[in-house]
T-cell receptor, first 111, second 112 residues
Framework: NAGVTQTPKFRVLKTGQSMTLLCAQDMNHEYMYWYRQDPGMGLRLIHYSVGEGTTAKGEVPDGYNVSRLKKQNFLLGLESAAPSQTSVYFC??????????FGDGTRLSIL | SQQGEEDPQALSIQEGENATMNCSYKTSINNLQWYRQNSGRGLVHLILIRSNEREKHSGRLRVTLDTSKKSSSLLITASRAADTASYFCATGGVGSNYKLTFGKGTLLTVNP
């Protein structure tokens, strides 16, 4: 039972490049989330999904897009990476009203 | 915007001592949760307390919630070196209790 798996674990991008972060969960959770964690800032919600085919904006959605084509997968895209998007990105999943389960993060550096 | 604010930002204690961390928040909540994060890892859920509850226990953990003061505390008793981690409180809002707002965390160091 893998739980929540994030791919890749590390990535370095140049400004302006695009990339997609993949999150996969095997717990049949309806809800999935993308957060970013910056030093001294805690976690901030980027986008979330309450079910297959649905997405919604969180606290800091600008510069990111998401898709939830399959229930078990939640993709986070950066269309044109900027240095301000250097961060650690965490994916989480949950049932409604239940605690969230987190992946181990993707460490992204944008030069 | 940050909803929860943990206090202190950092705490260093000796093994066997108790550790207390506090969390304050600003708006009405449906629930408050505590998570632990070991260095380089994702967050792990510790305990959830609902707005109509005042205290909860789980093993060596005790959480209290005072909605009149908009504050919560996490007590870890008889701490161990393995408890060294960052601890975050997160609040679930009324009407959207699945969307959590996290505080900035308390870094706990337990010295052997």
């Amino acid at each position: 039972n893998a739980g929540v798996t994030q791919t890749p674990k590390f990535r370095v991008l140049k400004t302006g490049q695009s990339m997609t972060l993949l999150c996969a969960q095997d717990m049949n959770h309806e809800y999935m989330y993308w957060y970013r964690q910056d030093p001294g800032m805690g976690l901030r919600l980027i986008h979330y999904s309450v079910g297959e085919g649905t997405t919604a904006k969180g606290e800091v959605p600008d510069g990111y897009n998401v898709s939830r084509l399959k229930k078990q997968n939640f993709l986070l895209g950066l269309e044109s990476a900027a240095p301000s998007q250097t961060s650690v990105y965490f994916c989480a999943s949950s049932y409604q009203n239940q605690p969230q389960h987190f992946g181990d993060g993707t460490r992204l550096s944008i030069l | 915007s940050q909803q929860g604010e943990e206090d202190p930002q950092a705490l260093s204690i000796q093994e066997g001592e108790n550790a207390t961390m506090n969390c304050s928040y600003k708006t009405s909540i449906n629930n408050l949760q505590w998570y632990r994060q070991n260095s380089g890892r994702g967050l792990v859920h510790l305990i959830l307390i609902r707005s109509n509850e005042r205290e909860k226990h789980s093993g060596r953990l005790r959480v209290t919630l005072d909605t009149s003061k908009k504050s919560s505390s996490l007590l870890i008793t008889a701490s161990r070196a393995a408890d060294t981690a960052s601890y975050f409180c997160a609040t679930g809002g009324v009407g959207s209790n699945y969307k959590l707002t996290f505080g900035k965390g308390t870094l706990l160091t337990v010295n052997p």
